[in-house]
Each structure stands twice: as structure tokens, then as C-alpha cells.
């Protein structure tokens, strides 16, 4: 994982409580600083408010990193995405959370609940953490993500 130093923030609704916590369990195992801003109950509560919390404390540096959970992760991540400066990317296991940290420079993980154990999430997790940005021939690409970027006439 990243540097144990180094702040992650998570969020989740109702349906990724369960997940949250496990994820909340491991990283402060792990020695990690937590942000868990939220939800910390059954009561049904919409994920856009979530993804909000933990993007505003990535992007306002409280926190290297985001992760959040809801039911399939599809919701919280497209939430997530509509923030200039994130790039949130939804992720089914290792593989693909190393190469959105490889390939797209990723500040927040989504994650299902409802589409994934713990096991896998956790090993996504982890690799999510311990992997550098490659930069070279992804840089223009990322680029491309960031706030007021516009296509040349």
C-alpha cells in the first residue's frame, strides 16, 4: 500500500457499508490514516453525496486517495466522475485496478458490493495503492481528463 502516512478517504451508501468496513479494517491495519466520511448505517441514503464528501477531500488534498463502495459501484463512480480533477474508475479486480493507476493516474476506486467478496476487493485495494502512475505515453491522455482541457481547432 501506499505510504501507511498517507490519508485515504472512503465513502459509501447503504448498500457498501459492509464492504466500507472491511475496507476501513485494513487499511488502519495497514497503518493508514482514515477519512470515513460516511454513511455509517442501514438507512437508505443516495451515493451522490458520498462520492462528493470523498472527492472534495482528494481534490482539496486531505486525502492522496478515494475509495468508494455502493451496491455496484456504477452510481458512486459516475457521481465521482463529475468532479473536475477526479478520475474515478470502477474496478472488478487487481488487474484492472492496476492499470487504471498504470494507465489513467486513477484518485479514487469505486467499488460493487453486491459484485465483488472482500477478498478481491481487498486485493484490488491494495494494488490500487502500491501502483505508480507510469506517466510517458499516457500523459497526453490524461490530460485530456483534466479540468479545461479543449481539443485543438
Aim: proline share 6%; net charge negative; with cysteine.
Amino acid at each position: 500500500m501506499t505510504p501507511a502516512s498517507t490519508p485515504i478517504a472512503l465513502g459509501s451508501d447503504h448498500a457498501g457499508i459492509g464492504l466500507k468496513a472491511t475496507l476501513r479494517s485494513a487499511l488502519e491495519a495497514a497503518g493508514h490514516p482514515v477519512l470515513d466520511l460516511g454513511t455509517h448505517g442501514p438507512e437508505s441514503v443516495d451515493y451522490p453525496d458520498f462520492a462528493l464528501a470523498v472527492c472534495g477531500a482528494v481534490l482539496e488534498g486531505t486525502a492522496r486517495f478515494g475509495v468508494l463502495v455502493c451496491g455496484t459501484g456504477i452510481g458512486i463512480s459516475m457521481a465521482a466522475n463529475r468532479n473536475e480533477g477526479i478520475r474515478c474508475a470502477l474496478v472488478h479486480d487487481a488487474t484492472g485496478a492496476r492499470l487504471t493507476r498504470q494507465h489513467n493516474d486513477a484518485n479514487v476506486l469505486a467499488l460493487g458490493a453486491r459484485m465483488i467478496g472482500a477478498e478481491v476487493a481487498l486485493d484490488a485495494l491494495n494494488v490500487f495503492l502500491t501502483t505508480p502512475y507510469e506517466g510517458g505515453r499516457h500523459d497526453r491522455r490524461v490530460l485530456k481528463l483534466s479540468p479545461g482541457w479543449s481539443p485543438s481547432p
